[in-house]
């Protein structure tokens, strides 16, 4: 008998007839002899519908009630799956994050999991019960309702895997797994039985939307196996697990790319240390997440410098970037939000030498000029022209002997 | 400065425009300089959009799980208020019915108060905050979420109002106080300036729907001064207290009646000590209410044994009737559902004599038969041929000055 976590998010919840499909799916692997925690999201369309009510209310609703509203939408999910399940004859049992209990801090909208109480799910679980939890939500210690922000829900499932030490934590999606690259630009893409944590973070973090960056993290440090899996069809999905592959393992994983991205660049800057700190530094200062930075060797005491940031954050990048460049007497501020990013990633990279010069002897072939460079142990990441996107990761997907329908 | 509950129903708060208008209201009594605890329902249309969901799930969805479905349909309302008077600069906090905490017991979707935590309630207030509840649900001792049954948010606004010791409790509804009679049979009903407790329960339990029943018990028994108001327009309302009118009071402050009644008659049934018990234990036993009952005088051994009961519960009673009549050897069972119960209010009436006089014969003058009589200290009610309805509370209204336009 083993424990197993199972996440079903909007789209699996969406109406009553697909509620009853989870259900059954939850009953068959009860019905195999496995203690079930289910966690599951808000009905698709319903976080909308509750933004929308407080949007009609205020311009910017207070965070606190925001919380209280949004935690509905997960408590109604809930309640109706367990309604079906006792339907089936099944003993069930509901919690909110404020009845698990799952404490929080108290950053609403955006909260983080500071301990779960295994307590009173064990008890429902030893009871033959199955047991239901609200994802995307929890309690501060003063018992205001907080939200771990979208997308939570993921991480509302490896936190209970982790705490009650369960076995497996399985994440249904839309998806029937994690693919070597997005099939809708490489049809060629095939879909991965194993990858890592630290794969799956940079596939993540690059664009690969399946996981929740902080879930991955979370699953990463209590060592808990994630199995990703669709809602709709069956299959084994994809394991993501500390274990690397096999000695067989290829140098790549996969082909992440991510188009939400500008570049902006501060020319004939006067070079002197702590230069860097006096560009970025208003931009964070701003919240905005600066990603690939370049800075060009110094030529008679000036210098270019070059980063990356979201697209959706480029206008206000580049307004901060004004003030800071008539401050340091800069000659100009540049941009273009017309870029991309495009990585390979795998942690097979660590053992296998020249993955660099393959991916830009590559993009060479087929005349892409490289932007920028950023690497990291498992992963090199390049900044193209928008443009030339698509043609990139197929060439790369090829390059890396990716293509193929066999798993790996 | 006063302490003020105030209580809004689906109706008052059926969109967000009409929850800003709320919100104004309310803000209107905090300028004024008073404490205010706001109580409010799940928008109207939400409960039932809920309870469709629910059977949509299941025929007769587990009751634990409704509660936790129903319950957020307050928490929706309560947090879109408090963005309303945040976005108007006023501090306010929500608070669900686990976050009071109104602790009750377990009886699931008709739950009963049995303590109310102030704290929180308190030092939100006296920190200038207005405070939002959820009106319609508790939790148990095991952290689960009841609710009150239908109508509970009324009980909710009471309850609170006597755990605070409040000065009042304001009722918003869609009607402006509590009537003579209903307006849309009479139309030279008046409104009452007061009415006392006793008055109100009668008027309640014999259909009035202004107020839930148990929410008038409870103010009368922590002696919670109660005002019926309208949320669409200004006006005093009627206020519902413990004391009685001046000496100048009528002896009749109201005629209230329901359509919701039918009554059975076992005939011919031997007449020996304990019939009556062996007649309404089973009906009893079948949770159904029996309300007016009427024993013939016994002739030959034999007698007729009638009673009313709830319309809706008619073909039940029926059919249990019809087998206890086998068992009893009875010669026949009869019924009708087209008879109404038509009652005149009073506490007047109990240093008035000859109400009863008076009620019987306007309506003798109007050729309506008198099928059974109920009285009670400060009521007396008649059942009558449904057709007479109309006629016998419009003829009664007249004879016991009730018409017109002034005040009492």
Excluded: W
């Excluded at 089936?88 to 950053?107: E, K, L």
């Excluded at 509302?156 to 029937?176: K, P």
């Excluded at 090199?380 to 443009?387: L, N, P």
């Amino acid at each position: 008998m083993a424990l197993i976590v199972q996440k079903f998010g909007g789209t699996s919840v969406g109406n009553p007839e697909r509620i009853r499909a989870v259900a059954e799916k939850v009953m068959a692997t009860h019905l195999a002899g496995h203690q079930v925690v289910v966690v599951v999201s808000a009905m698709s369309g319903e976080t909308d519908r509750l933004l929308q009510l407080a949007r009609a209310m205020a311009a910017h609703p207070a965070e606190r009630e925001l919380d209280t509203l949004l935690s509905t939408g997960e408590q109604v999910t809930i309640a109706l799956l367990c309604m079906a399940l006792e339907e089936m004859g099944q003993a069930a049992q509901s919690f909110t994050g404020t009845q698990v209990a799952i404490t929080t801090d108290s950053a609403h909208t955006k909260a983080r999991i500071e301990h779960i109480d295994d307590h009173k799910i064990r008890s429902a679980l030893e009871s033959g019960k199955i047991v239901v939890v609200a994802g995307f939500q929890g309690v501060d210690l003063h018992g205001n309702i907080t939200t771990l922000g979208r997308g939570g829900s993921d991480t509302t499932a490896v936190a209970l895997a982790a705490a009650l030490r369960a076995d497996e934590c399985d994440i249904f999606t839309d998806v029937d797994g994690i693919y070597t690259t997005d099939p809708r630009v490489e049809s060629r893409a095939r879909r991965l039985d194993r990858i890592t944590f630290e794969e799956m973070l940079e596939m993540a973090s690059l664009g690969a939307k399946v996981l929740q960056t902080r879930s991955v993290e979370f699953a990463m440090k209590y060592n808990v196996p994630v199995r990703v899996l669709s809602s709709f069809q069956d299959g084994p999905g994809t394991l993501v697990t500390n274990e690397e592959n096999s000695v067989e393992a290829p140098r790549v994983s996969g082909i992440a790319f991510s188009r939400n991205e500008a570049k902006l660049t501060m020319i004939g800057v006067p070079d002197h240390p702590g230069i860097a700190h006096s560009i970025l530094g208003p931009v964070s200062e701003a919240n905005i997440n600066v990603d690939v930075i370049l800075q060009n060797i110094s030529e008679a005491g000036k210098t270019d410098f070059t980063f990356t940031v979201d697209r959706n954050e480029y206008a206000q990048a580049k307004d901060i970037l004004g003030a800071v460049a008539q401050k340091l007497e800069a000659e100009d501020v540049r941009g273009d939000d017309h870029i991309v990013k495009v990585s390979v990633v795998g942690v097979g990279m660590r053992s296998h030498a020249g993955i660099a010069a393959t991916m830009f002897a590559t993009l060479g072939k087929e005349n892409i000029n490289i932007q920028m460079i950023s690497t990291s142990e498992i992963k090199i990441s390049v900044v193209i022209e928008e443009k030339y996107l698509e043609l990139a990761v197929r060439a790369l997907h090829a390059a890396f002997n990716l293509d193929g329908e066999a798993p790996i």
